[in-house]
């Protein structure tokens, strides 16, 4: 059975008759006829008592009503909730970031949030080498990432540019320096992250280059532990600069410019490439190149090849 034929059922019911049902839904009565003649046959029951003048239901036509009404409803109901997705008045962004890229999110939520206040929004914690892999399995369907993850079937978009940090206590000797150089640094005791990257690696081979050792005294898991180890006198480290700029605003860490550590890092958004945008990752898309536009450097929307 379909949807014609329910709808032909109910309106037969309602108006007690075939003609008056077929004025109804602008039909000739032999269609509206023939219609309930192969829905009786398909479920191999009578719908209507013909003894009568009125088209009076059978105990099978009433219990068919009733699923007829509800399932009409139901196709209603569905018809209302895909134009509310359409119109970002309702549904749910799954987003999937590690505890560094999920600071650039921040300020595109509260602008995203703003603008379509009925969208919910999952940001996943992730580890950066698993999330172009949660993008492919559809597991999220934006991730934020701060290298280019290999792949012909993603997209990348290039949305900040962030540079490398080395921030130190107030209290600390070189909080007052005018100029450091990765040498003076080879007596210092660097709070390192523990989770590898190609930064972590950067670095390494930054100081091996200069030939100057490079003491990781203290290793640990989060970077928000990592300022607050520094914050304590208990070392100096090195940080994207997104992640301290509260603190360096606030006095609470000193940044301390170093010539031959000076390492950019992009973050950029990833989505499967070849599949369609929900309406709500469009819209989230669409408020990322408008804080672009607005904000300037080091805010960007940059759509980047494949590698």
Do not use: W
């Not at 709070?191 to 280059?209: C, D, M, T």
Request: aromatic share 4%.
């Amino acid at each position: 059975m379909d949807f014609t034929q329910l709808e032909t059922l109910l309106a037969v019911a309602e108006e007690k008759g075939f003609s008056r049902a077929a004025a109804r839904l602008h039909r000739t009565q032999p269609a509206v006829s023939q219609t309930i003649h192969k829905l009786e046959g398909d479920l191999g029951e009578l719908l209507f008592d013909r003894s009568s003048r009125e088209a009076n239901l059978t105990t099978a036509g009433e219990v068919l009503c009733d699923y007829a009404r509800r399932l009409l409803k139901l196709r209603s109901e569905a018809g209302s909730a895909i134009q509310e997705i359409r119109n970002l008045e309702r549904g749910r962004l799954q987003l999937a970031a590690n505890e560094y890229t999920c600071l650039y999110l921040l300020r595109v939520l509260d602008r995203f949030q703003r603008i379509c206040p009925q969208i919910g929004i999952t940001v996943h914690r992730s580890l950066a080498s698993k999330i172009p892999e949660e993008v492919l399995e559809r597991t999220v369907e934006i991730g934020i990432l701060s290298f280019h993850p290999e792949g012909e079937h993603l997209r990348t978009i290039a949305v900040y540019t962030d540079e490398l940090a080395l921030v130190v206590s107030p209290r600390h000797p070189l909080a007052r320096a005018r100029r450091v150089t990765i040498e003076d640094l080879g007596a210092e005791n660097f709070i390192a992250h523990n989770v590898p990257s190609p930064l972590r690696r950067q670095v390494i081979a930054a100081f091996a280059k200069h030939k100057t050792p490079l003491n990781m005294g203290v290793e640990l898991p989060s970077l928000e532990a990592i300022k607050r180890c520094v914050s304590l006198g208990n070392g100096v480290a090195l940080v994207p600069g997104l992640t301290v700029e509260q603190e360096i605003a606030s006095g609470e860490l000193v940044r301390v410019p170093v010539e031959a550590l000076r390492f950019e890092r992009h973050i950029r958004l990833v989505h499967r490439k070849r599949a369609p945008l929900s309406h709500a990752a469009a819209a989230f898309l669409q408020v990322v190149r408008d804080l672009a536009g607005d904000a300037g450097e080091p805010y960007e929307f940059r759509v980047e090849r494949s590698v």
